[in-house]
């Protein structure tokens, strides 16, 4: 059910590597303000002179087409930068985690072969990204060369380049910097530029929200590229004067991706470094945003919560990306009301799909945005399979949800089992997800295998639970986890953010007890006020264990 603006007859496959997808708009409107931050507005001008600046200093530091560098920087001018400038040498970005603490930065450095990590030296409330590396690498303090960096331990890291005017030891200042990239040119740049590949890496992601190490997805340029092409150009129709928004962090490939395809038209991308509810009301109506990139629960009901929600205007949206199917039915309610003209949309994806398999188009019954996840873009399968078969199963049934396109990753770097375990022989990604289609063709989803209890034998889906406890009118949120039993295997245990505190856990127990089985009721329920996130996701497996903690209970 392709929209009205993607006839596949129409469509025309003309991608290029990340670095020439700047270029491209630069050509077209160097004047034209390409990113919006509260910091500060940049021209497509603007920004290709800091990339080529960025890749010049890289090139003179010994970068070289195939390295890996880590970018672990706020989102930002510098981060838009940075990813570029690394393309334009034909390098591999590996995005870390603002959030990550010293033990995971150590771990990416040597799983993801970085040889060179840039940084800068800003601190604020959230972090201090010298701290936190200077923590990783304790031996930095007897570093008499920044330039030849060597540290214990096996990882093949070079350079901890550090922007700004803040100096640290083990780090190459900006001044060191600037005088590599003095000591290159642009035509070093372009002519490493020129000699990428399509299917070269282009970056890597690592996946997060789980209690074991991180897996990175090897992503290429051709998987980044045309997944924003086809997203931007077909599904939601950008043009040029699109000025999309999204207040989540870049090295999230959510942010990255509406990044990217408001790049790929010569659009605006507006953005903050930390998500603010205040000044994202402020930035969508003062910047007058088309577009909201938005897919999270837990920032929408920040902003709906804000004193100013109820006087910001909203009426620039025309398209919004809000997943709200996968929401507590208040919160797509607010927006309903807040902004009935725009076309609200789900989505489904994940890193190891480039962001985005599924979404809903302007061609569609309106209402399925607030229902459904969408469907497939353009040159990208899902099929819908029994695990115990292995047959697609029919309309509105669930199975497991599988991928194939252009946009799916190669591979787990330096991990071949977990690769193998994913992708099948015929390129088919086992995606863990339970999912079904309706006769519509939009997806349902129903949450992940993994995130299946087992209760007595029987399957409870936590995704299920989660939505008779959200249903309540004293409840914002609920996480439900599974804790060991001895008698049942498992057993449901829920944390519940509440509107207010007039719920009580006996109440809540009662109201699932009238709507679900007995043996998918919680036989715990804790109340909370902080989540433990990631980028963007709540960690259940921080949940799990803080209960198990408190009850005595262990594997």
């Known amino acids: 059910m392709p929209a009205l603006s993607e006839d596949p007859s129409l469509m025309r496959i003309s991608v290029s590597p990340l670095g020439d997808m700047l270029l491209k708009s630069w050509d077209q409107f160097p004047d034209k303000e390409v990113i919006v931050f509260p910091t500060g507005r940049r021209t497509y001008d603007d920004i290709v002179r800091g990339v080529m600046h960025r890749a010049r200093g890289l090139i003179g530091l010994g970068i070289r087409p195939g390295d890996h560098v880590g970018i672990m920087l706020p989102s930002g001018t510098e981060f838009i930068e940075t990813l570029f400038a690394v393309s334009m040498v034909g390098g591999v970005s590996v995005l870390m985690n603002a959030r990550y603490r010293a033990p995971e930065v150590r771990y990416v450095v040597e799983n993801a072969d970085l040889v060179a990590v840039v940084t800068n030296s800003e601190s604020d409330e959230f972090v201090d990204f010298v701290a936190r590396l200077t923590e990783a690498f304790p031996d930095l303090a007897q570093c008499s060369d920044p330039l030849n960096l060597s540290l214990a331990g096996e990882h093949r890291l070079r350079h901890l380049i550090l922007h700004g005017g803040r100096q640290a030891l083990g780090f190459v200042d900006q001044a060191s910097f600037d005088r590599a990239a003095a000591a ?70 959510a942010a990255l991706l509406a990044m990217l395809g408001a790049i790929e038209v010569g659009g605006t ?56 199917s996968q929401m507590p039915k208040s919160v797509g309610d607010a927006y309903r009301a807040k902004m009935p003209n725009a076309l609200q949309v789900g989505t489904y994806g994940m890193s190891e799909a480039s962001g985005i398999v599924t979404t809903g ?105 989660e939505a008779v406890f959200d249903s309540h009118d004293g409840v914002e949120l609920t996480q439900v986890i599974g804790i060991p039993d001895a008698r049942l295997e498992e057993v449901p245990a829920a944390y519940v953010k509440l ?22 009721v919680p036989r715990h329920v804790r109340f909370i006020e902080e989540w433990p996130m990631s980028a963007s996701k709540i960690q259940k497996f921080k949940l799990r264990q803080q209960l198990m903690a408190e009850l005595g209970i262990t594997e």
């Not at 088309?290 to 919560?305: D, E, K, N, S, Y």
């Not at 509107?499 to 998918?520: D, H, T």
């Open 184 to 253: 290159s040119s642009d035509a070093a740049v372009h002519e490493a530029r020129l000699a990428v590949r399509l299917r070269d890496t282009c970056m890597i992601l690592y996946t997060s929200g789980t209690s074991a190490n991180p897996k990175g997805c090897l992503l290429s340029n051709e998987a980044i590229c045309r997944e924003a092409s086809n997203l931007a150009r077909g599904r939601w129709a950008f043009t040029a004067a699109e000025r999309v928004w999204s207040p989540m962090p870049l090295f999230h490939i």
């Open 499 to 520: 509107r207010n505190g007039a719920v009580s856990a006996e109440e809540l127990i009662a109201y699932a007890r009238e709507r679900i089985a007995s043996f998918k």
């Open 269 to 324: 991308f507006i953005g903050q470094p930390h998500f603010d509810p205040g000044e994202s009301l402020r930035q969508i109506e003062a910047e007058a945003a088309t577009m909201l990139f938005l897919p999270f629960v837990t920032f929408h009901q920040a902003m709906i919560a804000h004193p100013d929600w109820d006087k910001s205007d909203m009426s620039s949206v025309r398209l919004m990306n809000s997943c709200f």
């Open 361 to 465: 188009g302007f061609d569609m019954n309106r209402e399925l945005g607030f229902q459904a996840l969408g469907y497939p873009l353009m040159g990208i399968s899902v099929r819908i399979v029994s695990p115990e078969s292995g047959e697609e199963v029919p309309v509105g049934e669930q199975g497991e949800i599988w991928i194939r396109g252009f946009n799916m990753l190669d591979g787990y770097h330096r991990d071949p089992a977990k690769t193998a375990e994913a992708i099948d022989s015929e390129g088919w990604y086992h995606s863990g997800d339970i999912g079904s289609v309706d006769q519509n063709g939009h997806l349902r989803f129903h949450g992940r295998f993994k995130d299946m209890l087992k209760v007595g034998g029987e399957n409870v889906a936590a995704a299920e639970v």
